[in-house]
């Protein structure tokens, strides 16, 4: 019954938009994909200056339903729900929880939302243009992402171009709205945009990939995140060794209040074993510490994946951020693992900002569920607070 009420959903939208239905376009639909995933997460935090620990028991159901192409045409609606489940001894962050402030910030408020609707129109394999509400990651996420380690992913209303020419892939797109991790019944979680993204990228056989971007935030309701940023990143391998250098230069744009350039960069390697893979990596960010605000920022990024799993660092301080990190990961019996130690320090001054120790293991029970059980363990110096957080996982999709 469900399918059907999408179907027509879907066959109305179609038909406004001026496509014509007949069996073929019916069949698109009858016969899409539907998908449901659930993913519940205990999440605990124990922060200095907080009398409370927080734990969050949290739920998050996912159905979404995409149908068949038909001349080229293509349609997708995701819904969210997330739900506390049995307490909700925690601050879900930006107003959404007025009278948890007692506890330290898990920012996984409840609701019910659509995370992704949009149409895709492929002239071909190598080109397409995609409309509406959609998930947006570029590269590995540094600049641009999902937050997809949230319960409530970041989603972006846009207008976007993938174009393969000749080997190489060229993405555009241009963002009206940014749907945040904050939900949509608080202001922190739209944000009004006039945004333009580029990112071109090429694989060299045998040697690597080579990415080229600029993006161009105007952020209309926070200005300090309105930045320009020209980067590049090449990534490749030798045999059983892994490398990464990644440039970029940002300066303020469109209503940003402060007049600053501030430059990224990060080199990175590993090295593969038998059973495991060494890996280490040097990360700076850079700020001013006499200039409030003139630090490199990326405030479209999935931050999580920086700078420890703690999350001490979604804002760049003020006289910038140099996070060397070296860690091991691998495989054993179908359990995954991953360890990794971080050593913080300010661009401007070299001023300690504390350490960080994160380890991860993964298994997968079997096709559908899998499990992840993960803890960050931040040790402050000047910056933050002392900070144990540990997660545990289920997911399973359907």
Not at 196 to 208: Q, Y
Not at 336 to 351: I, M, V
Request: proline residues 2%; aromatic residues 14%.
């Amino acid at each position: 019954m469900k399918k059907n009420l999408l179907a027509l959903a879907v066959c109305g939208l179609l038909q406004s938009a001026g496509a014509s239905a007949d069996e073929t376009f019916f069949d698109s639909i009858s016969n899409g994909d539907a998908n449901l995933n659930f993913r519940y997460r205990y999440e605990f935090v124990d922060q200095d200056g907080f009398n409370k620990d927080a734990n969050a028991s949290t739920l998050r159901t996912r159905l979404n339903y995409k149908t068949k192409a038909y001349k080229g045409f293509s349609f997708f609606i995701e819904a969210d729900n997330i739900t506390e489940v049995i307490g909700d001894n925690y601050n879900a962050a930006a107003g959404n929880s007025p009278g948890n402030t007692q506890y330290p910030v898990v920012a996984d408020p409840q609701g019910t939302e659509i995370n992704q609707v949009w149409f895709n129109y492929a002239f071909n394999k190598n080109a397409g243009v995609k409309v509406g509400r959609q998930r947006i990651n570029l590269d590995n996420q540094r600049f641009i992402g999902g937050v997809g380690w949230r319960q409530n992913e970041q989603t972006y209303d846009a207008v976007s171009g993938n174009f393969n020419i000749s080997g190489s892939k060229l993405f555009v797109s241009y963002i009206d709205n940014v749907n945040r991790i904050f939900g949509e019944d608080v202001a922190a979680g739209d944000h009004d945009n006039s945004t333009v993204l580029a990112n071109w990228s090429n694989k060299f056989e045998d040697f690597g990939k080579l990415s080229v971007y600029y993006y161009d935030i105007n952020n209309k309701d926070v200005a300090a995140f309105s930045t320009g940023t020209f980067g590049a990143k090449f990534a490749g391998n030798v045999e059983k060794f892994n490398y990464g250098i990644e440039f970029a230069t940002q300066n303020d744009a469109h209503n940003n209040p402060v007049n600053y350039t501030a430059n990224y960069y990060r080199f990175d390697g590993g090295y593969k074993l038998d059973k495991a893979t060494l890996y280490a990596g040097y990360e700076v960010l850079e700020g001013d510490a006499n200039k409030a605000g003139a630090a490199f920022r990326t405030p479209l990024a999935t931050l999580h994946a920086f700078n420890g799993w703690a999350d001490k660092f979604l804002g760049t301080p003020q006289d910038g951020l140099e996070d060397f990190f070296i860690g091991a990961k691998g495989k054993i019996n179908g359990y995954k693992w991953n360890a990794l130690y971080h050593d913080f320090s300010a661009q401007d001054g070299g001023r300690a900002l504390g350490t960080e120790f994160d380890v991860s293991i993964a298994h997968k029970l079997n096709k559908n569920v899998s499990l992840l059980l993960k803890g960050a363990f931040y040790n402050a110096d000047t910056h933050a607070s002392d900070t144990k957080k540990v997660w545990l996982m289920v997911s399973g999709n359907f």
